[in-house]
């Protein structure tokens, strides 16, 4: 029977299926938490509608995971574009918790809407808003409510949760904290809350166990919440997250004490829970409690950095420009010298540490300038594997302050290969070994070379991993190599010159040729990202090492004019009502 209790929206929609309902033509049934309504590729003749719970909507894409895609809420329907263009299903749609669901036939859904104009007016702009999203990879519905649960021995996490809800108020957003205060209320009271705020948070402390279990099958999204310094306890899953955890809505918080420079033990959280994210927080930082709320609210800022050799040092006064208006960065991603880049913002150098680093690793003497025999490559790789100990020691990547992934080219698989685990020079190594001018790197028995042989480019993957605003900077599109640059130099001129420190002509051929992005990639990136910076580095040859201030300046200029152009600020680029 259906529930007389449950919230949902008074629409043109929803009076439709009560009619059809009290008409015993439409159908109810119950959709226990984690259960599929239908999957992507299935052929339906059938429109439902949510009555009661949540569902969300997941769709697979290529070389990635199966993404979250949105939340379909009480008085929303799903399947209506299968059903009303006659196709398959794009997206697999699950129940977030338990639900009722409402169906009705195609046939006597159309018979139904002839008597009311208001429904297809509805439904052919609900068809609009989503098909927008989904070429744009932008919600269908945001997650709303959210779950915090801490492991044992983590502490009281309700202090944390407040500060994050009060940073999320200052935004102007409506949200409430629940905790076990709650655990004996009826189902009409949670709807009640959920729909009288924007966001609702539920605690869970260590030891409420029960409570935990209801968290776990009330919220959009679960948090985990531990101690960054000590190891993970054997129990950490809730037995009702489960259906979260399989559809990678599950992410994990770490507390990490005042004072210390690096976590670590991350590696060792992650296959204790399952996590898709990790964030680190420092105990004693609101600015951790103010990137935790951006995450909630969709103002996260994920930033992703192209390859492309010397003229990748743009990346350095894009940061520049971001840091002096007050953009913050809350993901990172890049390729190639761009991962380099980015695995240094992560790692929490500020503006005047990475450039120091970066300056010693590159710019005060060429990293490719160890000439090998050319069995595997023109060099040797030497020299880049010590400067890549040197500044990045053993740090894992989720022992990084940031969330951050690089890419690289799996020559075994013949696809591209993301890097999101394991140690960070290692993946840094796979992500710059250009073919031809540097040997390959090989990890778990695969050959890796340089991402951007693939996706030099990777702002898709950032729009997967997070639903703020992407900021990309891409340095690979402007003019490059001419005939004047492979000409045959003289020997002893380009000894005498120093010019063999950058390496023969063909090197200049090779990275111009592994960083060259096609008309549709060009089109992909422009679709995956809200700010898109193209710094002016033409002028600048991909292996002048010592072009470090010029490409620098490119860099902060274009990031600059692209900022001043903005009506609003970058953080609120994607802002969606919850």
């Known amino acids: 029977m259906v529930g007389t209790n449950t919230y949902r929206q008074d629409t043109a929609l929803t009076r439709l299926f009560e009619r059809e309902l009290e008409a015993g033509r ?25 009555h009661a719970g949540k569902l969300g909507a997941f769709r697979k894409e290529e070389g990635l995971d199966r993404q979250f895609v949105g939340v379909i809420r009480p008085g929303e329907p799903a399947g209506e574009m299968a059903m009303i263009g006659g196709t398959a299903h794009t997206a697999r749609v699950v129940a977030l918790r338990d639900s009722e669901i409402l169906s009705l036939s195609a046939d006597q859904f159309f018979d139904a809407a002839d008597s009311d ?66 655990a004996s209320a009826p189902t009409e009271w949670f709807s009640n809350v959920e729909a009288d ?70 590696e060792a959280w992650l296959e204790a829970t399952g996590a898709a994210r990790l964030f680190h927080m420092r105990t004693d930082s609101q600015p951790c409690a103010a990137r935790l709320a951006r995450v909630l609210t969709g103002r996260s800022v994920g930033l992703v950095l192209s390859g492309g050799g010397a003229r990748a040092y743009a990346h350095i006064g894009a940061l520049r420009a971001l840091r002096e208006t007050n953009t913050p960065v809350d993901f990172v991603g890049g390729c190639s010298m761009g991962a380099i880049i980015a695995a240094s913002l992560a790692m929490g150098w500020d503006g005047e540490e990475l ?26 790789g030497r020299k880049v594997d010590e400067r890549l100990e040197e500044h990045f020691g053993e740090v894992a990547i989720p022992d990084l302050w940031l969330p951050f992934y690089c890419l690289s080219s799996n020559l075994t698989s013949g696809g591209y290969q993301l890097h ?3 140690r960070l020079r290692d993946a840094l190594r796979a992500t710059i070994a250009l073919p031809g001018v540097m040997p390959p790197s090989t990890l778990a028995g695969d050959v890796l070379v340089d991402g951007a042989v693939m996706k030099n480019f990777p702002a898709d993957i950032m729009r997967s991993l997070q ?22 130099p003289s020997l002893w001129k380009w000894v ?8 023969p002509p063909i090197v200049a ?60 600020p970058v953080t609120e680029l994607r802002r969606v009502k919850a």
Do not use: C
């Open 26 to 50: 439409a159908s109810w049934f119950s959709l226990p938490g984690g259960m599929v309504l239908f999957e992507a590729g299935e052929r339906s003749g059938q429109i439902f509608l949510v």
């Open 117 to 182: 104009p208001d429904v297809m007016i509805e439904i052919a702009r609900l068809m609009l808003n989503r098909a927008r999203s989904a070429s744009t990879r932008a919600s269908t519905g945001d997650p709303a409510v959210f779950g915090f649960t801490a492991a044992e021995g983590t502490g009281k996490i309700r202090p944390l949760v407040g500060r994050i809800a009060r940073s999320m108020a200052e935004m102007g957003h409506a949200v409430t904290v629940v905790g076990s205060e709650a």
């Open 197 to 266: 705020h924007e966001f609702v948070l539920y605690v869970g402390e260590a030891g409420e166990n029960a409570w935990k279990q209801v968290v776990g099958r009330q919220v959009d999204r679960l948090f985990r919440v531990g101690r960054g310094d000590r190891p993970p306890p054997a129990a950490t899953l809730e037995p009702m997250a489960e259906a979260l955890e399989a559809h990678k809505l599950v992410d994990l918080i770490l507390l990490q004490p005042a004072g210390r420079n690096h976590p670590q033990g991350s």
């Open 355 to 380: 450039e120091r680093r970066i300056r010693k690793a590159f710019v005060e003497t060429s990293p490719l300038d160890d000439i090998a025999f050319p069995l595997l490559a023109l060099t040797g």
């Open 420 to 422: 999101q685990r394991g």
């Open 467 to 488: 639903r703020g605003p992407v900021v990309g900077v891409d340095v690979t599109r402007g003019r490059s190599i001419s005939s004047d640059d492979i000409s045959i």
């Open 496 to 503: 005498l010159s120093g010019e063999w420190r950058k390496g």
């Open 509 to 568: 051929l090779l990275m111009r040729a592994a960083t060259l992005s096609t008309n549709r990639e060009v089109i992909a990136a422009r679709d995956a990202t809200d700010l898109l910076v193209l710094p002016d580095v033409d002028h600048i040859d991909i292996r002048d090492w010592k072009a470090f201030e010029v490409a620098a300046a490119a860099g902060y200029a274009a990031t600059m004019a692209q900022l001043e152009k903005l009506e609003r």
